[in-house]
Nanobody, 117 residues
Framework: QVQLVQFGGGLVQAGGSLRLSCAASGYIFSIYSMSWYRQAPGKQRELVATVNSGFTTTYADSVKGRFTISRDNAKKTVTLQMNSLKPEDTAVYYC???????????WGQGTQVTVSS
């Protein structure tokens, strides 16, 4: 069965960095686009970044230039490197697989990222 297991996250001061990783299993990882979503308390879920099967990346305007999404097909992992973190980046972050019509179909367990000012 499809599993997405997340690692990383935690508490960091504004301006700091964190790295989130997601290990995938149970499917052919290389042919699926992968994304990171986040949800802050009282806010709608937000698409943060996507990397497709061809390694093309896209980002929300709010994180462009600060976050980097990458994938390693050999290790079946997707990573979100977050630099220059801001308090407004505080949220639960989710690793997500996108299906053939680029809709989320499987989600990781979520991990808390808290940025203190």
């Amino acid at each position: 069965q499809v599993q997405l297991v997340q690692f990383g996250g935690g508490l960091v001061q504004a301006g700091g960095s964190l790295r989130l990783s997601c290990a995938a299993s149970g499917y052919i990882f290389s042919i699926y686009s992968m994304s990171w979503y986040r949800q802050a308390p009282g806010k709608q879920r937000e698409l943060v970044a996507t990397v497709n099967s061809g390694f093309t990346t896209t980002y929300a305007d709010s994180v462009k230039g600060r976050f980097t999404i990458s994938r390693d097909n050999a290790k079946k992992t997707v990573t979100l490197q977050m630099n220059s973190l801001k308090p407004e980046d505080t949220a639960v972050y989710y690793c997500v697989r996108l299906n053939g019509v680029r809709s989320p179909d499987f989600w990781g367990q979520g991990t808390q990222v808290t940025v203190s000012s």
